[in-house]
């Protein structure tokens, strides 16, 4: 016997939330009728489901098994039932766009901004690039990633929000500040680079599902370049895990690192650091949003597409 709907509603919210208290809090059950719904399923599917963890309810391997179906297919019915006339300024719809450090610097903060003007009840949940990234969005457990996209398959769309400068970052107290750029003088200055994805998983993501997002913000082998043709080497001095913590260090040492200008400005204009043109030729980096095609044919999805996209045009 197949479980009914709402108990699949109340399976995939759990499989989110991984809380019976915040389950209940978005379903607007008490946390006694979501312990009932979970125990009817358990029954029905004999299976646990949950088992109580450290960090919450854990699921079993059934229940991520279960997972993409479940919210694939409560996603799509949603859909379906959705009221034609989709409103903003009532909506309560939880919207989830995966980004990494620089988009939830940048474009998180007015985009968050804009949604509580038109849309005051909805909500806008951020999470990390995670290196399921496609499994989320084909399975509408995620609606968008923003991300510089290499390739993807035709299923997905991909549409360019920003092209991005890249500029070398120094403290202010940095020998570099405040002097013309010089090839030679940011060679000899010990850097900091940002971590790089291992090159295996970036390849088992293009073999296995067709979707290859770039690693860091690398400039793609400029600076390398001019530094070969000039007889020149660097000298990485420390390896971050993400750009805000790069430029962290680098405010409060002498070392330089490369970082995307939007977010190089937001720290400078809090002090502490100064921007350095690249000396040589540095091609912008494309961030884009990329989410499932048929997607559209949502009226939110369709809705909250326009405005990361209006709120993209004004950064």
């Keep these: 016997m197949l479980p009914d709907l709402n108990l699949l509603r109340v399976l995939d919210v759990m499989l989110e939330e991984r809380s019976v208290t915040r389950a209940g809090a978005r379903l607007g059950l008490s946390q006694s009728a979501v312990s009932h719904a979970l ?36 996603s799509q019915l949603q859909a379906t039932l959705a009221p034609a006339d989709f409103d903003p300024a009532t909506t309560t719809r939880r919207f989830t766009v995966m980004v990494g450090a620089y988009a939830a610097s940048v474009l998180a ?26 499994d989320l969005l084909d399975a509408r457990q995620a609606d968008f990633t923003v991300a510089s996209v290499v390739s993807a398959p035709s299923r997905f769309a991909y549409e360019r929000l920003i092209a991005e400068e890249l500029t070398w970052v ?6 570099l500040a405040g002097r013309p750029a010089d090839l030679g003088a940011l060679a000899e200055t010990p850097q900091i680079v940002v971590a790089r994805r291992p090159a295996g998983l970036m390849d088992e993501r293009a073999n296995r599902r ?6 860091s913000w690398e400039d793609g082998g400029a600076f390398d370049a001019a530094l070969a043709a000039a007889g020149l080497t ?49 091609p912008p980096v494309e961030i884009g949003l990329m989410y499932l095609k048929e997607r559209l044919q949502e009226p939110p999805i369709a809705w909250m597409r326009g405005l990361i996209r209006e709120v993209a045009q004004d950064l």
């Design 170 to 175: 120094v403290s202010i107290d940095s020998p």
């Design 39 to 74: 125990n009817r399923l358990r029954h029905q599917l004999n299976d646990e489901l949950f088992v109580r963890g450290p960090s919450g309810m854990q699921p079993t391997a059934r229940a991520l098994d279960l997972a993409a179906g479940v919210h694939a297919a409560m």
């Design 234 to 282: 660097r000298r990485v001095a420390v390896t971050m895990p993400d750009t805000n913590s790069a430029l962290a260090v680098a405010r409060r040492s002498h070392l330089a690192t490369l970082a995307p200008r939007r977010l190089a400005l937001a720290w400078a204009q809090a002090g502490g650091l100064a921007l350095i043109e690249p000396p040589y030729p540095s």
């Design 109 to 134: 903060p007015p985009l968050m901004q804009r949604l509580a003007e038109v849309a005051p009840v909805a909500e806008l949940s951020f999470s990390d690039h995670p290196t399921e990234v496609v």
């Design 210 to 215: 067709g979707v290859v997002l770039r690693a």
